[in-house]
C-alpha cells in the first residue's frame, strides 16, 4: 500500500521569507501523480501544484514550486515570499497514474503559520 | 453552476440514526471520492467509486454505505451513526485517467461537518 509521510506537524515562517515543507512516500508504482493541497480556514482544498513522476523538470506555479528527487521518494514544497494569506494546512499527496481504480493518498498535514 | 457540492454543510445529529450526506457533481466525471479528515489523520479514503453502479471500499468503510446510480450523485450513508464518525466528510470528483490526457487532480466540495451526539 503507498504511503505519504510529512514529518513537520508545524511550521512557522515570518512574511517575505522562504520556507519549505517535507513529504515522502512509498510506492512500488513507476507512473504517479504528486500534488500539494492547501487548506485554509475555510476549509477549502485548493491545488498548489502537482508534479508528474515521468517529468523530470521540477513543477513551479508562481512563488510555489517543488523539489521532487524520485530515487529518494521524496517531494518538498518551497513556499517564497510567504504572505499571510499562506498560512494554512498544506497536504501533500500521491495518486498512482494507472487507468485502473485510481486514489489519492494523502500525508496528515502540515501546519503553516506565516507572522507579520 | 458548475462544480461538486455537498449537503449538508452542518448536521448535527444522535447516536443510532441514520444520516445521508449527499454529494452532486456537474463535469460527468466518473471517478467520485468520500474522504473524512481527523485531527492527526489528514484524509482518509472511506469509499471510491470509477462509474456509475461501481463503487469500492477505501481505507476506512466501516459503518458506512454507498450507492451510485447516477454519474453526477455520489451520497454517504450512515445506517447507525457513532460518536467516532463525528468528522469533517469531503467529497471530490475527478476525470477518468488517460495517460497524458488530464492532470489526475481531485477537485474537492465544500466539506460536510457532523457531530454525533
Known amino acids: 500500500a503507498q504511503t505519504v509521510t510529512q514529518s513537520q506537524p508545524e511550521m512557522s515562517v515570518q512574511e517575505a521569507e522562504t520556507v519549505t515543507l517535507s513529504c515522502t512516500y512509498d510506492t512500488s508504482e513507476s507512473d504517479y501523480y504528486l500534488f500539494w493541497y492547501k487548506q485554509p480556514p475555510s476549509r477549502q482544498m485548493i491545488l498548489v501544484i502537482r508534479?508528474?513522476?515521468?517529468?523530470?523538470q521540477n513543477a513551479t506555479e508562481n512563488r510555489f514550486s517543488v523539489n521532487f528527487q524520485k530515487a529518494a521518494k521524496s517531494f518538498s514544497l518551497k513556499i517564497s515570499d510567504s504572505q499571510l494569506g499562506d498560512a494554512a494546512m498544506y497536504f501533500c499527496?500521491?495518486?498512482?497514474?494507472?487507468?485502473?481504480?485510481?486514489?489519492?493518498?494523502f500525508g496528515k498535514g502540515t501546519m503553516l503559520l506565516v507572522s507579520p | 453552476d458548475a462544480g461538486i457540492t455537498q449537503s449538508p454543510r452542518y448536521k448535527i445529529t444522535e447516536t443510532g440514526r441514520q444520516v445521508t450526506l449527499m454529494c452532486h457533481q456537474t463535469w460527468s466525471h466518473s471517478y467520485m471520492f468520500w474522504y473524512r479528515q481527523d485531527l492527526g489523520h489528514g484524509l482518509r479514503l472511506i469509499y471510491y467509486s470509477a462509474a456509475a453502479d461501481i463503487t469500492d471500499k477505501g481505507e476506512v468503510p466501516d459503518g458506512y454505505v454507498v450507492s451510485r446510480s447516477k454519474t453526477e450523485n455520489f451520497p454517504l450513508t450512515l445506517e447507525s451513526a457513532t460518536r467516532s464518525q463525528t468528522s469533517v466528510y469531503f467529497c471530490?470528483?475527478?476525470?477518468?485517467?488517460?495517460?497524458?490526457?488530464?492532470?489526475?487532480?481531485?477537485?474537492f466540495g465544500e466539506g460536510s461537518r457532523l457531530t454525533v451526539l
Open positions: 499527496a500521491y495518486r498512482p497514474m494507472n487507468s485502473g481504480y485510481s486514489t489519492l493518498t
Open positions: 508534479q508528474e513522476a515521468y517529468k523530470q
Open positions: 471530490a470528483s475527478s476525470s477518468l485517467l488517460l495517460a497524458g490526457e488530464n492532470t489526475g487532480e481531485l477537485f
